[in-house]
C-alpha cells in the first residue's frame, strides 16, 4: 500500500494534522509526518517532494497557516496529488491561508479541504490511493456505510426526544 506524506509548518499545526493522523489510522494507511517549513527549511520540503514517489508515498498532506505556501511549494517539486490544509491563524481566522492554498498558477494544482480540516484531507488522500487499492476502497465503502447509520440513529434519537 502506498503511504501519505503528512507534512506541517510548524507544530502549532499539530493540532489539525493529529485528525488526519487518527482518520489514517482508522483506515489503517501507513503514513510519516515530518514538519518543514516553505520559507525556513525550503531545501529539506524540496527533498521530500522530489523523493516522495520513490519512497513509497502515493499522496501528500501539507498544513500550514498564514501564508501557507507549504502545499504549493510541495507541489512545486512533485507531480503526486497534495492536498492543502489552510490552518486557522491568529489574524484573519485562515482565510489567509486558505486563499493561499487555493490560488495555485496553472500547472502546479493543489487540492484543498476545508479551513482545519484535517479528516477530510485524510480522507481525500485515502480516496486517491484507493483508485489502485481495492481493500482500501473497501474500507472506505465501510466508513460511509458505518457513517450514515450513525446520523440515521441520531435521526432516530431525536425523534423518540422530541414525542415527548
Known amino acids: 500500500m502506498k503511504k501519505v506524506g503528512i ?10 494534522v493529529k485528525k488526519a493522523v487518527q482518520m489514517l489510522k482508522t483506515l489503517e494507511i501507513p503514513f510519516e509526518t515530518h514538519i518543514y517549513s516553505a520559507h525556513r527549511t525550503p531545501e529539506e520540503a524540496a527533498l521530500f517532494a522530489k523523493t516522495a514517489r520513490e519512497n513509497g508515498f502515493g499522496a501528500i498532506i501539507a498544513a500550514a497557516g498564514m501564508a501557507a505556501h507549504l502545499a504549493g511549494a510541495i507541489a512545486a517539486n512533485t507531480t503526486l496529488p497534495v492536498i492543502g490544509i489552510p490552518c486557522k491563524g491568529p489574524v484573519l481566522d485562515g482565510m489567509d491561508a486558505l486563499l493561499s492554498t487555493v490560488q495555485m498558477p496553472t500547472g502546479i494544482p493543489v487540492a484543498a479541504v476545508a479551513i482545519n480540516g484535517g479528516a477530510n484531507a485524510a480522507l481525500l488522500a485515502a480516496q486517491i490511493i484507493a483508485v489502485e487499492d481495492k481493500e ?3 474500507r472506505l465503502d465501510a466508513k460511509r456505510a458505518a457513517d450514515r447509520e450513525t446520523v440515521l440513529k441520531k435521526d432516530a434519537d431525536i ?4 414525542e415527548d
Do not use: V
Not at 7 to 16: F, K, Q, V
Open 7 to 16: 507534512i506541517m509548518g510548524s507544530d502549532s499545526d499539530l493540532p489539525i
Open 136 to 138: 482500501l476502497a473497501a
Open 159 to 162: 425523534e423518540s426526544l422530541l
